[in-house]
């Protein structure tokens, strides 16, 4: 089990040697520049394909998106594993069953450089 966060190293090789195979809630959230209030929220599942220190981490979409992939960044600190149960997504409805691991990101938008038109 993946409990602990480590902030000085974002890629533990050992820990996504594990990863193929695992199935993954990946739950998106979006700002502005400064903004504490979301702009937009997502969440997605599917399965890892591979785990790559350089690459990333792709998912293999699954449910409503089946076919897309996904790529996660190569950052292995926010894998939590899922407790057991059923998890609704809000957007969709859909429910994922047992998921191995969820995963959230915060993303915020850079401000623009004063070269930037």
């Known amino acids: ?68 992939q996904f790529n996660l960044p190569p950052d292995t600190r926010s894998f939590r594993a899922a407790q057991p149960g059923d998890y609704r997504l809000r957007a969709t409805g859909e429910v994922v069953v047992n998921p191995d691991f969820t995963v959230t990101f915060s993303i915020q938008k850079e401000a623009k450089s004063s070269g930037d038109g």
């Open 1 to 68: 089990m993946r409990n602990e966060f480590d902030e000085t190293h974002t890629w533990d090789a050992s820990f996504a040697a594990t990863l193929p195979g695992q199935m993954v809630l990946v739950g998106l959230t979006y700002f502005d520049e400064g903004s504490e209030k979301p702009l937009e929220q997502q969440q997605l599942f599917g399965r890892v394909v591979h785990a790559d220190e350089r690459e990333g981490i792709p998912l293999s979409l699954k449910g409503m998106r089946a076919g897309e």
